[in-house]
C-alpha cells in the first residue's frame, strides 16, 4: 500500500506545526504495545472484517471465541465457509442463522456483509491468505476498497490491511479521540492517518506498533 493516508483527491493535513507537536509529544509518552494484534488466518480474517468495527471489543472477543470454539474446525478454508454460506438462505432470518452458527450472535447484517466480502475477494482472486496478504500490500482504498462492500469503508480498510502487516493506522474510535485530546480538535479519519504514519516515522517506531499503543492506552491495555 503505498499511500496509507488521505483517499486520492484529498488535500494534505491541514494540521499546525503546534498541533503536530503536541500529537509528536502524546505519542512519546505511550507505553509500548503488549499484544501482537497480526491475523494469518483466510476465515478469521474475513470474519474479523465484518465484526470488527462499531461493536464493543468485548463482543468481537466473544464473537471470535465462539468462532473458534464450535465453528472453526468445520471452516477451515473459503470452500468450506461457501459450503456453509449454502446452507442458509440470503435473507434476514437465513443471516440471522448463519450469524448465530458463526458467531453465537444475531448479526444478520454483518453475515451478509460476510457473503457480499466473500463475493468481492473471489472477483479479485483474494481465495486464501497469501493473496489476501498480497492484496493488501498493494491495495489503496479509493481504488481497491471504496464501494466495493456496503458498509465497509475506510477504517476497516484500514484495520484489514494492518492485520496482514501493512504498516498504516486504523482510524477508530481510540485513535480519533487521541488524536483530538493532543491538536485539541476532531481529526478526518484520513488526516489523523496521516498524521500518526509521520509521527511514526519521526519516533522511529513500525506504524503498526504506533496504532496498536494507541489502542491499548484507549482500552487501557493489551486485550
Keep these: 500500500m503505498t499511500n496509507p493516508g488521505a483517499p486520492s483527491g484529498s488535500a494534505p493535513p491541514n494540521g499546525s506545526d503546534s498541533e503536530y507537536q503536541a500529537l509528536l509529544q502524546k505519542c512519546r509518552e ?3 504495545a503488549q499484544g501482537n494484534y497480526r491475523v494469518t488466518d483466510y ?11 462499531q461493536m464493543h471489543t468485548t463482543a468481537v472477543v466473544r464473537a471470535m471465541q465462539h ?18 454460506f449454502a446452507q442458509y438462505s440470503d435473507d434476514q432470518a437465513g443471516n440471522t442463522a448463519l450469524a448465530k452458527r458463526l458467531w453465537g450472535y444475531h448479526l ?26 498480497r492484496w493488501a500490500a498493494q491495495a489503496e482504498f479509493k481504488t481497491h476498497f471504496a464501494g466495493r462492500v456496503k458498509g465497509l469503508g475506510f477504517a476497516v480498510f484500514h484495520w484489514l490491511v494492518i492485520r496482514q502487516g501493512v504498516e498504516s493506522i486504523k ?13 485539541g480538535r476532531p481529526p478526518k479519519d484520513w488526516e489523523a ?3 500518526l504514519v509521520r509521527t511514526a516515522g519521526d519516533l522511529g517506531m ?3 506498533q504506533l496504532d496498536w499503543a494507541i489502542w491499548e492506552a484507549g482500552r487501557g491495555g493489551a486485550v
Design 171 to 183: 482510524p477508530d474510535v481510540h485513535v480519533l479521540r487521541f488524536v483530538e485530546t493532543a491538536i
Design 43 to 53: 476465515v478469521e480474517n474475513l470474519l474479523l472484517t465484518v465484526v470488527d468495527f
Design 30 to 32: 505511550l507505553p509500548p
Design 193 to 195: 492517518v496521516q498524521m
Design 108 to 133: 444478520w447484517t454483518r453475515a451478509a456483509m460476510l457473503r457480499r466480502l466473500v463475493e468481492f475477494f473471489e472477483s479479485q482472486g483474494v481465495t486464501d491468505q497469501p493473496s489476501l496478504e
Design 206 to 208: 513500525p506504524v503498526h
Design 67 to 84: 468462532f473458534k470454539a464450535h465453528a472453526k474446525t468445520d471452516v477451515p478454508d473459503l470452500a468450506a465457509l461457501k459450503a456453509l
